[in-house]
């Protein structure tokens, strides 16, 4: 999918749709499967298996107090593949263009801009976690709990001190509030049926199945 | 070491055998030297050809950028993490008040000043250092070169665009355009070496024969056939 407005709608209305209901996140998956490339999308295993690790560590705790906790695992999951999709297709300055476009030049690229930054820093924060693993490797210190604290604590400071420097950058550079863009969108000829199809998992997750269809039983 | 690396459009080619002693590898920055410091310290792997470690059973590599070493909210524990006692960590890298500090908060000397001393201390048999010297001042590069030159037993391999203040070395080794080229030992390799310091150059060029490749060996060379 090539038009990133699109591209969000589509998102928002299928992350929805899985987090409502297993009806819904099932009809995301569908979607999923008809319209991304599928595996070609995801992340590798390393980054891609700790993430599903984390949902089904806290489905498993769900589950234990009672609760869906397969449900939450299944719908989790979809989620997590459409969030991989949109942030592999997702191309520098698009969200800055998207919500200009959506927006203004004023409200929209301040908000364009935080969400342009917030991509930036995850593919920072992966290029830190490399230098992390580096870092440990050529110590000798055995990855376990003990080692996880202060490596987490040096990540977020990292984090927190690039936001600021950035920050000082931009007032440096004498900005302000708000720029001029003109967004220009590249689209597919599937863009616009994949974005309708969407719709149709929104729409399942809100409706209750047995005014949909007559159930035997 | 024999070994061929590609990442996207760059190919790194390199043959040779590091011996004991101090090697030099110069050449100009995005050379590909320290992606070679990353495939010597198996950090990389080649894609075809291997390193052969021979007698090597300690390795560290000093990375060129001091930040991508931390790992600890303190100095002292950074230090630590080192598996050093941080009171010597820290006393070699002239530290000694800044125990308690986050790494962070030191300036990038002192940062590189605390990675260095902690890579030296714990003097492994193969030591990879990627730019040592940089953003360090005259002073505290004349001294790491001292203490590069006070360890007597294996092997150091020194990475480095650096062209004012060196250490003695026993072979100079260059990149170029990801192709590593062996000149030979030192002093034979003086001549050919082609990133060689204008002081180096100079002498030479006034009949010279410097015996190793610091300021210090250039000006007794100048001395010695000046009368």
Redesign the interface.
């Known amino acids: 999918m090539q038009d990133p407005r699109l591209r969000l709608l589509s998102v928002a209305l299928l992350s929805l749709a899985a987090f409502a209901s297993t009806a819904g996140a099932a009809a995301a998956l569908v979607w999923w499967l008809l319209f991304t490339p599928r595996m070609k999308s995801l992340p590798r295993p390393g980054v891609l298996l700790p993430l599903v690790a984390m949902i089904a560590a806290t489905a498993l705790v769900s589950s234990w107090g009672g609760g869906a906790g397969l449900s939450y695992l299944f719908r989790m999951t979809v989620i997590l593949l459409l969030a991989a999709w949109a942030y592999a297709e997702t191309e520098d300055g698009e969200m800055l263009a998207v919500a200009v476009w959506a927006l203004g030049n004023r409200v929209g690229f301040e908000a364009g801009l935080v969400a342009e930054m917030g991509i930036s820093g995850l593919s920072v924060l992966r290029q830190e976690i490399e230098?992390?693993r580096?870092?440990?490797?050529?110590?000798?210190?055995r990855p376990g709990v003990r080692?996880v604290v202060?490596?987490a604590?040096?990540l977020i400071?990292?984090q927190i001190?690039r936001a600021d420097e950035i920050a000082r950058l931009l007032v440096v550079r004498g900005y302000t509030i708000g720029g001029r863009i003109c967004p220009r969108f590249r689209a597919d000829p599937l863009d616009v049926p994949a974005a309708i199809m969407a719709v149709i998992p929104a729409l399942l997750s809100t409706l209750p199945l047995r005014d949909v269809f007559i159930l035997v039983g | 070491m024999d070994l061929v690396f590609s990442r996207d459009s760059f190919t790194l080619r390199g043959s040779g055998i590091f011996g004991e002693g101090v090697h030099l590898v110069s050449g100009p920055v995005g050379s590909g030297k320290s992606t070679l410091a990353l495939l010597l310290a198996g950090l990389l792997r080649p894609e075809s050809g291997t390193v052969r470690r021979h007698g090597v059973l300690s390795a560290d590599l000093l990375l060129q950028f001091p930040e991508h070493h931390i790992t600890c909210p303190t100095v002292a524990g950074e230090a630590a993490s080192w598996g050093l006692v941080p009171e010597d960590a820290l006393a070699l890298a002239e530290l000694s008040g800044r125990a308690d500090d986050d790494p962070f908060h030191l300036s990038r000397g002192e940062l590189k000043r605390l990675t260095l001393a902690c890579t030296l201390l714990k003097n492994p048999d193969l030591l990879l250092l990627d730019e040592p010297f940089s953003s360090l001042d005259c002073t505290t590069k004349r001294k790491a070169c001292g203490m590069l030159e006070e360890r007597d037993a294996g092997i150091t391999i020194v990475f480095s665009h650096e062209r004012a203040v060196l250490p003695r070395v026993d072979a100079i080794w260059e990149m170029e355009g990801g192709v590593l080229a062996a000149r030979g030992s030192v002093p034979d390799a003086i001549p050919s070496w082609r990133h060689a310091p204008p002081y180096l150059r100079y002498a030479l060029e006034q009949g010279a024969r410097p015996v190793n490749i610091r300021l210090s060996d250039a000006r007794e060379a100048l001395c010695r056939i000046r009368g």
């Open positions: 230098q992390v580096t870092a440990i490797a050529l110590k000798g210190i080692s202060p490596l604590v040096t400071v990292t001190r």
